[in-house]
């Protein structure tokens, strides 16, 4: 089965440094969805692509939050500088612009301390 | 966002049928529903989703209400492997394409052996 893959799986880093996540969306999928979840607030979303072009990122804090797609087999999210309160695990989807499921990763677990 | 009300919490034993019941009232024409699911430490999961008639698939099935105001999950054999956090969600689709995916807080599935 065609899988979403997320790295790191695991990321541990000190408050202040700058954190990358990515992802590799199926291929053939042309939306890219970044996720974030922790016990208080759910699974909020992030930012979403279609076609490489941002949608929506209203979920994200601007000012240190950024998410890209340089190419179409590789979504970024970026954190700088990372906090706390940003500790929770990030999940990235893909999935088809027409009607169809989201395909998700396992996440990237961040913790900062 | 239209919204989704789900139980907090159902229980069910080991090969029974399971009803997960959602209320959607203020669904609108557009609106696909939707259902993920997430078992422990891994990502959410498509289940099924269906706009008016009822749907069959390898995981489960869905009947949606006449008025489409309500629906209702069934897994037709619970096992162990169906404990997980259900989410309902209502998705709609536009001439552009799928909207984004909105998750809430989910219902909690325990199957007891």
């Known amino acids: 089965d065609a899988r979403v893959t997320q790295t790191p799986r695991h990321k541990v880093t000190e408050m202040g440094q700058e954190v990358t996540m990515r992802c590799q969306p199926i291929?053939?999928?042309?939306?890219v969805f970044w996720y974030r979840q922790t016990m208080m607030q759910g699974l909020e979303l992030l930012a979403y692509f279609r076609n490489r072009a941002p949608l929506d990122d209203s979920g994200m804090p601007k000012d240190r939050f950024s998410a890209e797609m340089p190419d179409a087999t590789l979504a970024t999210l970026k954190i700088q500088p990372s906090e706390p309160r940003d500790s929770a695990v990030y999940f990235c989807a893909s999935g088809l612009e027409e009607v169809s499921p989201l395909h998700f990763g396992n996440g990237t677990r961040l913790t900062v301390t | 966002d239209a919204k989704t009300t789900q139980p907090n919490s159902m229980e069910s034993n080991e090969e029974e049928p399971v009803h997960l019941p959602c209320n959607h009232s203020?669904?609108?024409?557009?609106?696909?529903i939707h259902w993920y699911r997430q078992l422990p430490s891994q990502g959410p999961e498509y289940v099924i989703h269906g706009l008016t008639s009822n749907v069959n698939n390898r995981m489960a099935s869905l009947a949606i209400a006449e008025d489409r105001k309500s629906s209702t999950l069934i897994l037709h054999r619970a096992t162990l492997r169906d404990a997980a956090v259900y989410y309902c969600?209502?998705?709609?689709?536009?001439?552009?394409?799928?909207?984004?995916?909105?998750f809430g807080k989910g219902m909690k599935l325990t199957v007891n052996p």
């Open positions: 203020t669904i609108s024409g557009t609106d696909y």
């Open positions: 291929l053939g999928h042309n939306t």
């Open positions: 969600i209502l998705r709609a689709e536009t001439q552009g394409g799928s909207e984004k995916l909105v």
